[in-house]
């Protein structure tokens, strides 16, 4: 059975915190989502500010393969004509096949929010619906607030859909407004708006104030709704929306519905980082199938069973939908798990010689000092490089020093001196740094410049910093992780210490390692 997928990331979604999308931002929303097959694009309100306007103008004459854009309102106001409502009259100006509009369906909103008579309010829902229908518009009702709404009146919350109904409208959306409701009750509620309107679309719109949306989403869809909405990666308003990226898996995967064209299954993954990266967001690495730890094995047993069964800990093929496995390095991997990680690296390894079990010695010996490898592939793989004799030393450290300044000068506040040998040339080198480890980054890549040119390819995105055992203060250990980039990758080393200078210094050391190991 095929099902519309509505997703209103640039809509519902942009309401979340630390979400605001550009106009170049929102056309390559548009794009990833039409690339996908998602039926339906909630693109924003036009009537909210001209800069929305001006948007739906500028994509009036956009291409889509597969998508339908969707302009957002409101039904017309309290004793207001429709034709008189500058907010339709917006949603006609939009230019766009689909509007959606919302309207109260909770009588308590009717007379207590908007000091309406319970008839005034269907007249309202009505008119507008009516009016857009006439002026060649499909109209999505929205019914705000309808699940609470009809567990206060049943009766009137469906008066509210049979307005919207009787008037023209293309789909019914029951709206979970609260984001309150439990996946029963999403069943039971949404099995009789499907039999009472059984020429309608029903449309099921959960928000995730009580983490249960995408559960709720998916037994309205057994109870008859034939349209899903929500955002593509669950942003939205407090706790989210219903995460579309989710809900669509499941139900395609293992309920035989069809969300998106069965070939875009692959592109589900580098959609969700696409999405991401645009919102400048991270997809939470626990995310269901999505995430980067989605498939993550780190117990030895786990690993050795998913490299024997892959469905021993693994409830669909990763590669479906263009994710992968990853097995993580630490003191609980086992032998299979650390030597499938490495085969790559390494391919004449023995899995069962004694190399091996120097390997998984040193691992271990390691995370007893507070060294975690899990995030810190690069790191291990130099470990690894060592124990094998395969490690070709880039240069040597002879002494570094670190002097902080206060206050600022030019928001300089750290200046380091960083003296290295490299195959008999000593040399050194100093820069000011915005902190320590910028300082210390800046002078070691100004040491080995003349020496490697190519590092100036190599740069520091991102820094780390995790205290161990917080019982002793300031005494304490430090992990620090550093992430370092190229045009074409990015790897993560570590460094454990009591002194966070030092700390930062070994994964520092590490990443430059690392970075001319492989010769860029």
């Known amino acids: 059975m095929k099902l519309q997928i509505f997703d209103s990331t640039l809509r519902d979604g942009a309401q979340g915190a630390n979400i605001s999308f550009s106009v170049d931002d929102k056309i390559k929303v548009i794009r990833t989502l039409d690339a996908l097959g998602i039926d339906f694009i909630e693109a924003g309100n036009p009537f909210s500010n001209p800069a929305e306007m001006q948007f739906f103008q500028q994509i009036a004459g956009m291409k889509l393969e597969h998508a339908h854009i969707v302009a957002f309102g409101s039904t017309c106001r309290k004793g207001a004509a429709p034709a008189q409502d500058n907010n339709l009259q917006s949603l006609l100006a939009a230019g766009t ?6 309207g109260k369906s909770h009588i308590r909103h009717v007379t207590d929010v908007l000091r309406a008579t319970p008839e005034e309010n269907r007249r309202m829902i009505a008119e507008s619906v009516r009016f857009l229908t006439e002026h060649g518009k499909k109209v999505i009702f929205d019914a705000e607030h309808f699940f609470d709404g009809f567990k206060a009146d049943a009766d009137y919350a469906m008066q509210t ?26 069943f039971c509620i949404t099995k009789q708006v499907t039999e009472r309107f059984p020429d309608r679309i ?12 995408v559960a709720s989403s998916i037994e309205a869809v057994k109870a008859g709704a034939q349209q899903i909405q929500g955002t593509f990666l669950g942003f939205g308003e407090r706790c989210g929306n219903a995460n579309l990226s989710t809900i669509l898996c499941n139900l395609q995967l293992k309920r035989d519905y069809e969300c998106i064209p069965p ?10 980082m696409a999405i991401a990266e645009t919102s400048n967001n991270a997809v939470p690495p626990n995310q269901p199938y999505v995430g980067m730890n989605a498939f993550a094995h780190k117990a030895g047993m786990h690993a050795d069973g998913v490299l024997k069964y892959s469905s021993s800990f693994e409830h669909v093929d990763p590669s ?10 630490s003191e609980i991997s086992g032998k299979s ?13 023995d899995k069962n010689g004694a190399e091996m079990g120097e390997i998984v010695s040193a691992l271990k010996e390691r995370a007893l000092q507070g ?8 790191s291990f793989v130099l470990v690894v490089e060592k124990i094998l004799g395969k490690y070709k030393n880039s240069f040597d450290l002879i002494s ?34 915005e902190g320590p480890v910028h300082a210390m980054d800046l002078a070691l890549r100004s040491a080995l410049a003349d020496f490697y040119p190519e590092i100036a390819r190599v740069s520091l995105v991102d820094f780390k910093v995790r205290v161990l055992d917080s019982d002793k203060a300031t005494a304490a250990k430090v992990r620090v992780l550093i992430t370092t980039a190229d045009s074409a990758d990015s790897w993560t080393t570590v460094g454990v210490s009591e002194d966070v200078i030092e700390a930062s210094w070994i994964a520092l050391t590490d990443s430059i390692d690392y970075a001319l190991m492989q010769r860029l």
Do not use: M, W
């Open 202 to 213: 029903v449309a099921i719109h959960c928000h995730n104030d009580g983490g249960l949306a």
């Open 400 to 433: 570094y020093k670190i002097i902080s300044e206060q206050p600022a000068i030019e928001g300089k506040v750290a200046s380091a001196i960083v003296k290295i040998r490299v195959g008999g040339v000593t040399k050194i080198a100093a820069a000011d740094g």
């Open 97 to 102: 096949e689909y509007v959606a509009i919302f």
């Open 337 to 349: 798990a650390i030597y499938d990680k490495l085969k790559n690296y390494f391919p004449a390894l």
């Open 263 to 272: 070939e875009k299954l692959k592109d589900i993954y580098g959609s969700a």
């Open 320 to 329: 479906v939908i263009g994710n992968k496995r990853k097995f993580l390095l």
């Open 161 to 186: 859909l049979e307005s919207a109904a009787t008037a023209g409208a293309y789909a019914l959306c029951l709206c979970d407004t609260n984001g309150g409701i439990f996946p029963d009750e999403a």
């Open 371 to 378: 060294y975690q490898y899990e995030a810190a592939e690069a």
